[in-house]
């Protein structure tokens, strides 16, 4: 597939992400979800405006992938809330989690 194909399809991208998720300045969970507008997800996260996340401190985006559909985005984030998933996120972002810059 040609570049050019995928011109203008950031716009019709969904998302799965994981946020780092903060209370009294400890890391306390992660939190795993999809979405069509990512800036505005995290935006609502950290402002306290989903129910979800809205008990912790500070919530920070870790890691994100794009989809090119709603339903490959859903299954990815299904299978990140697996025991496999997790252990391939924690190895995919080793060195953030280990402080290494």
Do not use: P, W
């Amino acid at each position: 597939m040609r570049f050019s194909a995928f011109v203008g399809a950031a716009e019709k991208m969904f998302y799965v992400y994981i946020l780092e998720c903060f209370c009294d300045n400890k890391a306390n969970s992660f939190y795993v979800g999809y979405t069509h507008n990512l800036q505005k997800r995290v935006q609502k996260h950290q402002n306290r405006q989903a129910k979800t996340t809205k008990k912790f401190d500070k919530i920070k985006l870790v890691y994100y992938e794009a989809c090119l559909n709603k339903t490959d985005a859903r299954k990815r984030e299904n299978q990140l809330k697996t025991g496999f998933g997790r252990g391939y996120f924690k190895k995919r972002v080793a060195n953030y989690l280990s402080g290494v810059s």
